[in-house]
């Protein structure tokens, strides 16, 4: 009975170990556009969004009981398969945050404990129906909806208030406060209760709770204790990507993308989808950079994401899987699989500080600094013809010899002395450097 109560108290502290991750990896949803536009400074941005995570937490349980009930077998898993299902969450988190993606904290929460279940019960343990109907579907309409619906609402805030920019661009820096309020209200209640499901799925698994039942009360405070924490904090990296990497939004821009994303986390919430705030709020920020005349989208940091979200199930089931075949082997095997989740988190948050990233240089000149030019861009640039007036070439490139511009120059002076070549006496001076180098210049010239 002392194992199993250990290994449950593993369970609780490896669950709110996740939480505090889910917080700083999700900071950016609420907060990005905010400290982009500068409606609001970063610590005081990230302070404000901590407070109403906590509050946040106790508006709703209903994702908690999607999470506790409605996805596997409470009665086919054991405590075990719950701590390797966040092993696989914890560490698909702190990579992806490492390289300052915004995946989904959630998918890797529903992956690790998916693919745990995989490897302890068999398929038969995994509600499938839920699954599709609660997680994937809305992970694909979520983004093309909160998209289109930002797009729109920038336009029309645009068209509203285009005449008057100045006291416009004003009034929608403090809609844009309320609105990234709203975002921090809405993630705690959703991505604070997936925290409150496992916990609960824990306990229930382990004879604590009887099955079916709701989150306690110190499970509701500790989980959004955990999450507020983890958002003051600040994933500065993922703050980056979301409010200057994707695209550079105006006031009304941010205004209308956190409405937006708002509006659809808090619906999802109610209906008890377990949503992906990551992916509300980034089809928002496309959509609003796209509704503005002349906005744009980086669309390969937009490729990225898009990857790490695809990626962001199967990888997190992996790594979940090959933890519960460890932690199946006994005791030693959880104790492994604990002090490889300790190390690899530690290696992970050595290499960030290398390049630091924080609330001093979030939106300064490295933020906004453009990525470098792909395969495609460097090759069209290559043979595109210069533009009207522009400078000659540099000398690296006259150096070149197939630039058009150069064959017929060179070509003219050659016509006359093409007969002479059968003359032995020309054949020294053909591969001698000089004449070759002398006709540069007088082209040049021309």
């Not at 009304?252 to 956190?258: C, M, N, S, T, V």
């Not at 290696?347 to 600094?369: E, F, K, M, Y």
């Not at 000659?392 to 058009?404: G, L, Y």
């Not at 003219?412 to 070759?436: C, H, I, L, R």
């Amino acid at each position: 009975m002392e194992g199993f109560s250990l290994i449950l108290a593993m369970v609780v502290v490896t669950a709110l170990a996740f939480d505090f991750t889910n917080g700083f990896h999700d900071t950016a949803n609420a907060m990005a556009t905010t400290i982009s536009t500068g409606a609001l400074k970063p610590k005081v941005a990230v302070t404000m969004s901590a407070v109403l995570n906590l509050v946040g937490a106790f508006l709703s349980v209903e994702v908690a009981n999607t999470i506790s009930k409605g996805l596997v077998d409470e009665s086919g898993i054991r405590p075990e398969v719950i701590f390797a299902a966040l092993v696989g969450a914890i560490l698909w988190n702190l990579l992806t945050w490492l390289v300052g993606l915004p995946s989904s904290s959630s998918h890797a929460l529903m992956g690790g404990l998916v693919g745990a279940t995989l490897a302890s019960a068999g398929p038969d343990a995994v509600h499938g129906g839920a699954l599709i109907t609660k997680v994937v579907l809305p992970a694909v309409a979520a983004p093309v909806v909160a998209g289109v619906a930002a797009a729109v609402a920038t336009r029309l805030s645009y068209t509203i208030g285009g005449k008057d920019g100045k006291a416009a661009e004003k009034g929608h820096r403090a809609g844009q406060i309320a609105s990234a309020g709203l975002v921090s209200l809405a993630h705690g209640t959703n991505d604070a209760q997936k925290t409150m499901g496992v916990i609960t799925l824990a306990l229930v698994t382990g004879g604590a709770l009887a099955p079916g039942s709701n989150p306690p009360t110190w499970v509701i405070l500790s989980a959004g204790l955990a999450i507020a924490l983890g958002t003051y904090i600040g994933g500065w990296r993922i703050i980056r990507t979301m409010g200057t990497g994707l695209t550079d939004l105006q006031p009304q821009q941010g205004f209308a993308a956190q409405t937006s994303a708002a509006t659809a986390i808090l619906a999802s919430s109610h209906l008890g989808f377990s949503l992906s705030t990551t992916h509300v709020v980034s089809g928002a920020v496309m959509g609003a950079g796209l509704g503005r005349k002349g906005g744009v989208v980086r669309w390969s940091t937009a490729g990225r994401m898009t990857v790490a979200w695809v990626l962001t199930l199967p990888a997190a089931a992996l790594v979940g899987a090959g933890a519960e075949a460890v932690t199946d082997l006994g005791d030693w095997g959880t104790a492994l699989v604990a002090v490889f989740l300790v190390a690899a988190s530690a290696a992970i948050w050595l290499v960030s500080r290398r390049q630091v990233v924080d609330h001093t240089n979030v939106t300064g000149p490295a933020a906004t600094a453009e990525e470098p030019a792909g395969v495609v861009t460097q090759a069209l640039a290559a043979v595109a013809p210069p533009a009207a007036g522009q400078p000659a070439p540099a000398a690296e490139d006259t150096a070149s010899a197939p630039t058009p511009a150069d064959a017929p120059t060179a070509t003219v002076p050659a016509q006359p002395t093409a007969p002479a070549p059968a003359s032995p006496a020309a054949e020294p001076v053909s591969p001698a450097p000089a004449p070759a180098s002398a006709a540069t210049p007088p082209a040049a010239a021309v």
